[in-house]
């Protein structure tokens, strides 16, 4: 069987690249043994909006199917227009109307083979409930659409915000074509929810309308209806669920787990197709799979990149590709916190690196230039950003400034040559002198009409980092297709401990959402793992972060990140505590951290850490509003399209009040 | 009656000056025949999160309360929290504790005198379907909970997200106490609906629950069940309704419409308390306003401030404080573009200096510095700036370079001394000299590498703009609780006419959601109705313009806008179409735009703008998600809050193919 399956691999690729009709007329043969319930996973990359650049693939690859025969080609959810599509089609209605169009058209091209191809279906206009929009899985064939599928179930958290434009379907299951923009109750009573393909019966749901099983979610589900077990009152042979679904640290093993569970429970196999690529923040993964009806793992798509997968899940035949990109690593979760980040620094770096890839491709970009610093978050940087872009594409730009060591000045030439990328250097010296000179002179005629001048301000740190930002815009600006990079991480823009218009300023922030302590772990795992072995110098992970931005006036030397906030381990643990257990001020100080067991840390010390952690993240509110799209990697981040937070609500109280003392406060409220 | 109403509100304001008893006693004494059905409306201005500060003005309105006899008072929706919280609670689920905490320990200072407060309620955690939370009201009264009101409709779309946290529903008016948490469908059943004090029976919704009803909004409805005419079955005497909805243009006439209709067709009297404030993008109007049962206004609170207003809507006790801001004149609505800004000028101002106002003291802030060109928009912000925060707490600083006129710098000084703001005057020369030449320097090295150096880039611009908010932010830094202001326009930046780390960066974006024409309307209104009149130069009014950052080669003077881009007045129409209309491509090549029925534009020039329009607008997606907050002004934004478009969906057709196009295309992708 194995051997049929790497054959039939062997020649889809080749066909992929050499459209000949030996080589069809070939694999057809080869699956004529499982021809009856055949099921070709269309897993694309879309440009959300651009119909005709999505039809041109679906097109592509219902032809590919018709050729070879097969009963049925599956593509990933909303795939003519893109997910998510968001409030876009509210303000242009224009680009629904086109999705109608194009999906009529494609369905005149299709033959006994059957295509499910998700769109946006407007509804009808007059005498509307509800929201303008269904999210529709269109089921063509014989030059028809035959049926549609509505997703009921809408995922309206995170990056997700499905409820904001589209309605929930009142009913799973096909629906009939004569529906197609103007749902109707009735008529739909009387069809049956599941469609026969060459006498297979096949339950089609979408997305997050297979993650709602009371069963595995232990009772706690977002939603009443479950439209598996609907469609599985009709006893289906398999399922099908269309998908877009990003990947996030830690929900490899969910979802896996979650599918495998529901065709053991219902004794029917499934099969789950996924977009890949990246829209903007999110990174859709791809990997889409198949499980047979006992539950196991019959075939997997590649992760992180199209592909076309044939399976017959009945017949048993599907290829299971590695999970790639280190998702498969992620199927082991820990529930306490750990500097073992290695499970999951290659799906890490996948999920940037396409991130990256995408957003700059997307939006016709195709060269990036950045400041090198000779520390570690702007390394990273330039690795990812090499890997992504390739070298030739990057520009990395050391911008030395009198506290700038020549350490640092070295490493970042030493990283450039290594990497093979651009480099120069240029001075900040007379930028800064300049800046300098004009605000003191600025600041002196301000001061007769202010008071609160500070005495030790962040302005001199914060012209450098705006010097620096000012030269990357200015090569951006310059020369064509060039995007300048923000190099934050996720560790310091939880404390703010980024300039404005400086190093958190730029067209993408790559590491936004990787805390500190794992940007050290990618660093060895770069140096480890990729083609060509340490490119990172060890003085760069050796060195203690800072900004060298200021002196320290106790050491004379540049002022260590640590000592401004507290130690990234100590730091990295509060963030991780709040994202993933949801822990206030006391569980914090209540609980051993790690940082704990290896350095004594006194009870005030601890106070004042966490005291500095929440007055530091509350005015950090703002920067994480302004900050440019960054790839979402964590299991929770604080980008704004995944985390929604009022800038204006200062004054929480974050540790929370006894009743006692909120009963003594309203008796004096109440006697004002 | 209106000598009455008058002495009560006299009375009233001297009591939130000086609390007396004297005081007290006599307005108890005027409002004995009022007792039986008097109700307060506690119309206040909360900082979300920030529970504390929210129960303390709760409070201070329930004991006024107590101390008239009033039978009832309320308040906005989910007071206690604030409106809107967003996701803040899912990561830090202490701040729904606290608030719990705080209502059942308000709950016991209450007396006969019910409270309605609003709250965010937990859901029982285990078996838990659907979301955490409920947005409810709680129904206080004699030192307990007597019961629970939740909100069943969730408006997810624009600046509202509620289903992102809150589940809906499924019955609507009150609940027993005792499914605090713990909702529990069987018991509801038998509770009746409305709620019994004093022998009148009320019928309490929240917000959006009053938002459905079929007939008035024709048979187009964003949800099936309608609260309303669910309460209407058990005949409540009065209908109350506990909000949260922000002000924008438009909206005033529909909601006035709304709440006389519901008035009339049940014939009850219906009690609408509205929260006042700002909330980072949204300003809230207040507004709060009571109908009789014949749909006539009987009552109406301030606008854009706090306010305790008392009524009685069966005995005819009301007092209609007119609509101020500008509020009342939005009553009367366009279907076509027009230039005639006039009734929404007072509007736009007064929500605008609210906006301002909560963002700078809920964040803690007091000064603003803003650059001022002499140009329109920054002198419209200086004037906003000077109004919302004090001339003492604003600086303006004219930071011209070699391109800047003479009048240009005398129009900023002008306006300065009229306002009475800070004003100083600082070079930018120096810094643009030293800037250019290093990156001259810096060009000459990357050229080396890279192709594609534009010959006409906008570098040169873009320095000036930059070197002016590298001052600004000079500043910010250097002085305490001072922000820097962001001057873009709505017109400019649909066009992405705005410069990243310049002009369009800032701590606060004023007029962000003010398109060009707008705002020259706004410059008269305020030179005609601030109490200082003609603050704003005549010559900044008659000008054209434009950036002063270049030199157009064709007539040796300064770039002017319209030039780079299109007659403003031809743009914000294109805006107004598309946002107000949903209108595409070819709807406005084919309509008579207002600026040709006054100048002749050829088909080639008017294919030209449109293509540029579109061209321009989706390479300024970019700019939008980086954008500063901003006050949502106009009916429909570009404000990331309120208006979501992927930045990667690059070539979306905006005009649409024809079906014959589509077919030949498809055929073409399928013979590849």
């Known amino acids: 069987m194995e051997q049929i399956e790497n054959k039939i691999y062997q020649l889809l690729e080749q066909l992929n690249k050499e459209q000949s009709q030996t080589l069809t007329e070939e694999l057809k043969n080869i699956l004529e043994p499982y021809k009856n319930g055949s099921i070709g996973l269309a897993q694309i990359n879309p440009i959300v909006g651009n119909i005709e650049y999505n039809a041109q693939k679906v097109v592509k690859y219902i032809v590919e199917a018709q050729n070879l025969g097969l009963d049925l080609v599956v593509f990933p959810e909303l795939i003519l227009m893109g997910y998510p599509i968001e409030d876009t089609i509210d303000r242009h209605p224009i680009i629904v109307e086109e999705n109608v169009k194009w999906l009529k058209e494609i369905a005149k091209i299709t033959t006994t083979t059957t295509a499910l191809v998700g769109f946006v279906e407007p509804r009808k206009y007059n005498c509307l409930t509800g929201k303008k929009y269904f999210n529709s899985v269109a089921i063509l064939s014989e030059g028809k659409i035959k049926g549609i599928v509505r997703k009921s179930l809408l995922p309206t958290y995170s990056e997700f915000n499905d409820y904001r434009y589209i309605e929930p379907s009142p009913v799973v299951g096909m629906q009939p074509a004569e529906t197609l923009g103007q749902f109707d109750e009735e008529m739909v009573q009387t069809c049956p929810k599941t469609i026969d393909i060459n006498g297979k019966k096949y339950g089609i749901s979408i997305c997050e309308d297979c993650w709602n099983n009371k069963e595995f979610f232990n009772d706690t589900t977002l939603y009443s209806l479950d439209p598996i077990e609907e469609l599985a009152k009709e006893k289906p042979d398999v399922f099908i669920n269309c998908s877009a679904s990003p990947t996030r640290a830690k929900k490899e093993q969910l979802k896996h787990n979650m599918l495998s569970f529901i065709a053991k429970k219902y004794s029917t196999p499934i099969i789950y197709v996924n977009q890949v690529g990246a829209i903007d923040n999110s990174s859709f993964d791809g990997s889409s799979r198949v499980f047979d009806k006992n539950g196991n793992l019959l075939a997997r798509a590649k992760s992180f990149q199209e592909q076309f997968l044939i399976v017959n899940p009945e017949k048993g035949l599907g290829k299971v590709y590695p999970l790639t990109g280190g998702l498969e690593k992620t199927l082991t979760e820990t529930k306490v916190y750990t500097l073992e980040y290695e499970p999951d620094l290659e799906r890490t770096y996948k999920t940037i690196i396409q991130g990256i890839k995408d957003y700059f491709t997307k939006t016709g970009f195709k060269r990036a230039v950045l400041g090198l610093s000779g520390g570690l978050d702007s390394t990273i940087c330039a690795v990812l950003l090499s890997d992504a872009l390739g070298a030739e594409n990057v520009f990395g730009i050391s911008m030395p400034s009198k506290i700038t060591s020549s350490e640092s000045k070295s490493d970042a030439q030493i990283l450039a040559s290594n990497l093979g990328i651009n480099f120069t250097e240029a001075s900040i010296k007379d930028m800064v ?143 991780w505590r709040i994202e993933n257990k949801k822990e206030h001020y006391y569980d914090m100080l209540n609980s051993e951290f790690l940082y704990e067991k290896s350095h004594y840390v006194s009870k005030e010390q601890k106070v004042e850490w966490l005291d500095k952690f929440y007055r530091r993240m509350s005015t950090a509110l703002y920067k994480w509003s302004i900050l440019p799209p960054s790839v979402i990697v964590d299991s929770r981040s604080i980008n704004k399209y995944d985390y929604k937070q009022p800038i204006t609500s200062s004054g929480i109280n974050y540790k929370g009040l006894d009743e006692e003392s909120i009963s003594t406060k309203i008796k004096e409220f109440a006697h004002l």
Request: proline content about 6%.
């Open 433 to 575: 002198d300049t800046t300098t000179n004009c605000l003191n002179d600025l600041f002196s005629y301000v001061e007769k009409k202010w008071d609160g001048r500070y005495t030790k301000s962040f302005t001199q740190d914060n012209i450098q980092a705006r010097s620096r930002a000012m030269f990357l815009w200015g090569i951006s600006n310059e020369f064509g297709a060039c995007l300048p990079i923000a190099t934050s991480d996720k560790s310091e823009l939880y404390m703010g401990y980024a300039t404005i218009n400086g190093d958190m300023s730029g067209g993408f922030a790559p590491i936004a959402d990787v805390p500190k302590t794992k940007l050290f772990a990618l660093a060895r795992w770069l140096n480890a793992n990729r083609k060509v072995k340490n490119a990172i110098p060890e003085s760069v992970i050796l060195k203690k972060p800072g900004a060298e931005l200021a002196i320290d006036p106790k050491t004379g030397k540049p002022l260590i990140a640590e000592d401004a906030l507290m130690p990234y381990e100590f730091l990295d643990e509060v963030i």
